[in-house]
């Protein structure tokens, strides 16, 4: 009698069983996980075009300097999580003539590498890509003239300020402010003496910093 | 300038970063610099930037620490050095400060928005819009207003960009910056007419006039941005959307506009351009052409970019105008070998979409060299397409099959075997010509697979389709073979697959059991105990011959009680004397699984073309409707409809019907879905108004006993109808239940409730309703195989019509039948189409449909209907359903 129940009971988990592999075999479709859709930052995204983050750095993938606009990306680890699977999917492409681009996670990647240094532009899928390259071209651009020509991770850190006075520059929460790189880089670079200041007030390191501007501006004009 | 000595091991590289061994406690020292009275701009710039290194690192500041940092950085404001003022600006923005910490830079902020130094303020308005609460709003107002339409262009930009964020929380504000915004549109300055024009648009979104009226001015002058141009285009798209309805035969308005944008000197709005034309609703061929032309110019770009855009953008017109993308074909064809893997499965997948049958096995030869250097992810991609492409060229089976099992065969991850296992599935399922040879593939695939879950997926499989097939036997031997090699999950599922051979075969029975009694041997009691089971009850002892269908049922039928409740019932059971009673499990269903929600608003990606709903469906209806006692004589289930919804979104209570149809029955399944949490729904029933359907007679009801909140519950009607004939009628629906109130903070319902009802929208049975959607591998032998015997053939005129293919998929949908061999899809420009349906009419009496369409300059349309079926009447029947 008992076994015969074991057996019977036994028999129920087989069929569940059963059923669970049959269920499981109607092979239905994938459905990605519906990413919320309330971007606060990118409300604009229906018309308006827009950028959800910019990202620059090295050649091991870790940050030199980043900037998110979208709150797709709520807490540092997934941010890092975002960065380390962009970079390695990009990091074996060839990005430094042209930029290049790749879809990531419902979303458009347009990234170019300068030495050790990779610059990437992240907006949304239904995003003009040209709209979005044109942003990272200005970006590229302008820290190349920003660093003089000497587009790597040690002068990047160096000026590090100035890189992140250029992203403040080429994006406002999303929304494009400038993309022409010597526009941008002109914007940074003005870090002329307030007219309104005493002479007396300048001190050396202003004086450096008149210096340097007159040394972009010319650069500039090339 | 410092000199450093290369080193050549690139990890030194690290030391000479500026930031090597940065700690925050330490910066945080650092940060008093800037309470001293001599400030030192350079070395107050030098530690903002170390903090907002630490930032950027994401490194957190406590509430006290950014508090602490804030109120010293205000201190700053002292000092007169741009540089340092630009710094302040960004840690500002950065640590986000309360609002009552706010207060403290307002003034000083404010001060800089006057400043005559422009860049102090262009960015004094971004730092305070961005930090600002709406009681500051006010204040400022005046100045924003006086800024948006200031002469520098960065001032007016910054004022402008902020209007658009600060639109989000202060609408009503911004809104009366409207004639600043509108004189900021006509700015010389490209970035500040395309934010100005930005906000203008938002600032009257709502307003469809105004929108429209924006757009007619502007698409006639001159706007100097790509960007704005780029934002003009989308609001013209979108006013086009909306206006489209008006006129359906003159030319689309802004069409010119859009076309003239793809001569823009910007690639930015020639490609904005071409897309937007190929997203028009309703795109005829001929607005498609320069579109489609352009986008083939940017295919050969040495931009890897654009090539990227054109081909993404290609790929999906292919899906809905496969015709219009085949001029590119030769040049998407010289992509797949594209250095950037994104665009050449991008031109792969299209071309598998463009492709005629005759192109197939070229393509396949293209698409095996490049397989094999590509990833996973694009391999499923491609894998996808096939099928697709298989399903819709069943001829080619063959050479796509083999593409199938030779790339099985390779290297590659779980989900991209699984992928391909699927789409092997899929097409046995749906071309009956490729199952032996699909199954085969399988079978070769288990003989060497690392994945236990596709192992036990094609077992299970292989036992419900094998035993079906020509020669059963020639499966044995790879099912024996994994209860000798493979690991104890995958020996249980080869011996379920055994025995149902076993069960269903009579004549492999006696060496069946001879390789069950083996498995008695098993070391894996899983293993040992199935074995037991099937042998006992099939016989095994050699008396009963026979199998009993009860057996068959008991083993193998499916389970038709659904598997949540089963679960519950088995938690809930307490090892006692008495055995677990399977018959005791609810057979209700709780919630409906089949209402799929569909996740709004967002596209399918471009590169996952969307895989085809599964058929299952069917089977699950026939199992909920079986369980119910009151239809369980109707017999079997002919065809379910799709949900119908009988309520608008958003309302109360959302219903939605499915049709189910039987020979003699109809049974109408509402599945209702309560949407307001303070109540309780009981007793719901649907009561159906059958008046303007004369044949129909109601003979049961299934109520619903509760429908709580947020979980979809179901009500039944059924109708007898007369017996073969496609009765179709109109039913008014209304919703009858009995309200109680809920306490929604402790979820209990109230004693009492009220008679309530709810008027619901009409439901109809059609003529398509009778129609099952059933393919044809091969149209021309199955059209031959009928015969002319039932042969009738008629002609009709259409009137005018839209388009041909407008015609072509009006006819589809009345007929309800399925499409074979791609032709619903009507060339461009053709003045004549042949479309050729089939299908299964109740009774289950096969149908064939070829039907002949031509199309005159007024756009009259002209139809002949030739029908084949295996019955007289059923021919006569379509030529009705036409002719009515």
Known sequence: MMEHLALEFRNIQDRYCTVCSSVASEFAPKTKAHKSSTDNNLYQMESCPSVKNILLLDSEGNRVAVKYYSDEWQTNSSKEAFEKAVFTKTQKTNARAEAEITMFENNIVVYKFAQDLHFFVTGGDDENELIISTVLQGFFDAVGLLLRGNVDKKEALENLDLILLCLDEIVDGGIILETDANVIAGKVASHSIDSGAPLSEQTISQALATAREHLTRSLLNV | ?884
């Not at chain 2, 450093?4 to 690139?10: E, I, P």
Request: with cysteine; glycine share 4%; proline share 4%.
């Open chain 2, 1 to 884: 300038m410092a000199q450093y000595v290369k080193k050549d091991d690139d990890r030194d590289e690290e030391e000479y970063s500026p930031f090597l061994g940065i700690e925050k406690g330490a910066v945080l020292q650092e940060a008093r610099v800037f309470n001293d009275p001599q400030l030192d701009s350079r070395r107050c710039s030098q530690v903002i930037t170390k903090l907002l290194y630490l930032l950027n690192q994401g490194e957190t500041f406590t509430k006290v620490e950014a508090t602490e940092v804030f109120f010293s950085v205000t201190k700053l404001f002292q000092a007169k050095d741009i540089g340092l003022r630009r710094m302040v600006y960004l840690i500002i923005k950065e640590l986000s400060p309360s609002s009552d910490e706010v207060i403290i830079v307002t003034s000083s902020l404010m001060k800089d928005m006057n400043s005559k130094t422009d860049v102090y303020r262009a960015n004094a308005i971004r730092v305070l819009c961005r930090i600002t609460d709406g009681t500051l709003l006010t204040q400022i107002e005046r100045y924003l207003k006086q800024a948006i339409v200031d002469k520098n262009p960065v001032v007016a930009s910054a004022a402008l960009v902020s209007g658009i964020h600060l639109l989000q929380t202060n609408p009503e504000i911004v809104k009366r910056w409207s004639n600043e915004v509108q004189e900021a549109v006509q700015s010389r300055a490209a970035l500040v007419q395309f934010h100005a024009l930005a906000l203008l648009h938002q600032i009257r979104q709502n307003d469809r006039l105004a929108v429209s009226k924006l757009v007619t001015s502007l698409t006639r002058g001159t706007v100097r941005s790509p960007l704005a141009q780029c934002l003009l285009i989308r609001y013209t798209s979108q006013v086009i959307r909306e206006s489209s309805m008006n006129n359906q035969s003159g030319e689309r308005p802004f069409y010119d506009y859009l076309e003239g944008c793809l001569r823009h000197k910007a690639e930015m709005v020639i490609f904005e351009a071409a897309r937007a034309i190929t997203e028009l609703n309703g795109v005829t061929s001929r607005e498609l052409t320069p579109a489609i032309t352009v986008l083939q110019l940017f295919l050969s770009s040495s931009k890897p970019v654009l090539r990227f855009a054109a081909v993404r953008t290609l790929n999906k017109v292919a899906m809905t105008h496969p015709m219009a993308v085949t001029n590119c074909n030769i040049d998407m064809e010289s992509l797949i070998s594209d250095q950037n893997r994104s665009i050449a499965t991008l031109a792969i997948t299209t071309l598998l979409k463009t492709g005629n049958e005759s192109g197939v096995d070229r393509l396949m030869k293209q698409i095996t060299n490049f397989m094999s250097d590509i990833a996973d992810e694009f391999k499923i991609v491609v894998v996808d397409a096939i099928r697709s492409l298989c399903l819709k060229f069943p001829l080619k089976y063959r050479s796509l099959m083999n593409f199938l099992s030779n790339i099985l065969r390779e290297e590659g991850g779980f989900e991209y075997k699984k992928a391909i296992v699927d789409s092997i599935v899929i097409l046995i399922r749906d071309i009956p010509d490729a199952k032996e040879s699909g199954l085969l593939h399988l079978c070769e695939f288990i003989e060497d697979c690392e994945f236990t879950y596709l192992s036990t997926q094609i077992l299970h499989f292989l036992g419900l389709e094998g035993p079906k097939t020509s020669d059963p036997s020639k499966y044995i031997r790879y099912i024996y073979n994994r209860v000798i090699l493979e690991n104890a999950t995958v020996r249980a599922s080869a011996v379920s697959t055994l025995a149902k051979f076993g069960a269903m075969v009579d004549s492999l029975k006696p060496r069946i059991f001879v390789l069950l009694r083996r498995c008695l041997y098993d070391n894996d009691d899983e293993v040992r105990d199935r074995a037991t089971l099937y042998l006992n009850t099939l016989g095994g002892d050699g008396s009963v011959v026979e199998t009993d269908k009860d057996v068959k049922d008991f083993l193998f039928g499916s389970l038709d009680i659904p598997l949540a409740n089963l679960e519950t019932s088995l938690k809930n059971y307490e090892p006692t004397e008495e055995p677990f009673d399977i018959s005791s499990v609810p057979k209700e269903v709780k919630s409906q699984p089949l209402a799929e929600k569909k996740s709004a608003g967002k596209k399918p990606t471009a590169l996952g073309a969307p895989p085809p709903a599964p058929t299952s469906t069917v089977d699950a209806y026939e199992r909920l409707l079986s369980s119910i006692p009151e239809f369980s004589t109707f017999g079997p289930l002919f065809k379910s409809s799709a949900p119908v919804e009988l309520t608008e979104a958003e309302t109360e209570y959302a219903v939605n019907v499915v049709k189910h149809i039987f020979d003699k029955h109809v049974v109408f399944q509402y599945n209702c879905t309560n949407t307001i949490p303070e109540q309780l729904l009981e007793n719901v029933v649907v009561v159906v108004d059958a008046s303007e359907a004369e044949e129909f007679a109601e003979v049961a009801t299934k109520p619903l006993k509760s429908l709580p909140y947020d979980t979809p519950g179901q009500t039944f009607v059924a109708f007898e109808k007369p017996e073969g004939v496609p009765a179709v009628g109109r039913f008014s629906n209304v919703l009858k239940f009995l309200v109680k109130e809920v306490d929604p903070s402790t979820g209990e319902a109230e004693e009492d409730g009220v008679e309530d009802e709810y008027q619901l929208e009409d439901s109809e049975i059609v003529a398509a309703d009778y129609m099952l959607k059933v393919g044809v591998s091969n149209f021309r032998n199955a059209w031959e195989s009928l015969g002319p015997d039932f042969e009738r053939v008629d002609e009709y005129g259409l009137g005018p019509r839209e388009s041909l293919s407008e015609a072509v998929n009006a006819v589809i949908n009345l007929l309800g039948m399925q499409p074979c061999e791609g032709t619903e899809v009507v060339a461009a420009n053709s003045r004549s189409h042949t479309c050729l349906l089939s299908g299964v009419y109740i009774g289950n009496v096969k149908v064939l449909v070829r039907l002949s369409f031509g199309v005159d300059s007024s756009k009259e349309v002209a139809m002949k209907l030739a029908v084949r079926s295996e019955d007289e009447s059923v021919s006569d029947a379509i030529h009705e359903v036409v002719a009515n």
